[in-house]
C-alpha cells in the first residue's frame, strides 16, 4: 500500500513540473514579457548569456541623427537563425526607453512597457535572421538615443543589450 501511495505522489509531481516546464515554454514562444521590459533579459530557465559584443546580430539605422517626431528606419541582421526578440530605443542620457514603433515586420507585435508601442517583441517561434521597423521619435526633444536588441537564438542561449550606434537628435531647445 505504501508503495502504491509513493507511485501515485511520484506520478503526480513528475505531471506537475512537466505541466509547469511547458507552460514557461509556451510563455515566452509569443513573445517577451513585461517583466523584461527593464533590464531586456529573457526570463528562460537556465538560459545561458552570451558577451552582447558578438559578430553574429548587430541593429543599426541609416540615419546618425534625427529630429523629434521624425520617423527612423531601423534594421537587425543577424548571420545565424534566431526565434525570439526584443527591441526598444532608449535614451543616452538616463537608459529610458523612449518613442514607439510604428512598422514591424510579421512574425512579431508591439509591447507597451511604459507606454503603447514603446517595444517590440516576436509573435511566434519562426526563424527570424533580417527584420526591418520603423521607429517614430516622440514629438518633444528627449536627447541622443540607442536602440538595443536581446535576441534569444534557442531557449538556451540568447544575447542581451545588443546596441547601436548612437542617434543624435537635432533641433534641440
Wanted: aromatic share 10%; with cysteine.
Amino acid at each position: 500500500m505504501e508503495d502504491g501511495r509513493r507511485a501515485h505522489i511520484a506520478i503526480v509531481g513528475w505531471a506537475c513540473t512537466t505541466l509547469c516546464l511547458v507552460s514557461c515554454g509556451a510563455a515566452f514562444s509569443h513573445g517577451a514579457s513585461l517583466s523584461a521590459c527593464t533590464d531586456m533579459m529573457p526570463r528562460h530557465l537556465r538560459a545561458q548569456l552570451h558577451s552582447p559584443s558578438n559578430n553574429y546580430v548587430t541593429v543599426h539605422t541609416n540615419m546618425s541623427f534625427y529630429f523629434p517626431g521624425d520617423k527612423v528606419p531601423v534594421t537587425v541582421r543577424s548571420t545565424r537563425d534566431f526565434m525570439g526578440f526584443l527591441l526598444q530605443a532608449r535614451k543616452v542620457s538616463n537608459d529610458e526607453i523612449t518613442g514607439t514603433f510604428v512598422f514591424i515586420p510579421p512574425g512579431s507585435k508591439l509591447l507597451t512597457c511604459f507606454e503603447d508601442g514603446d517595444a517590440v517583441t516576436h509573435s511566434d517561434k519562426s526563424l527570424k535572421r533580417n527584420l526591418s521597423f520603423v521607429w517614430k521619435a516622440p514629438d518633444q526633444p528627449v536627447g541622443d538615443i540607442k536602440f538595443f536588441i536581446s535576441v534569444v537564438q534557442s531557449y538556451f542561449v540568447y544575447w542581451a543589450k545588443i546596441e547601436s550606434a548612437i542617434v543624435a537628435q537635432r533641433g534641440q531647445n
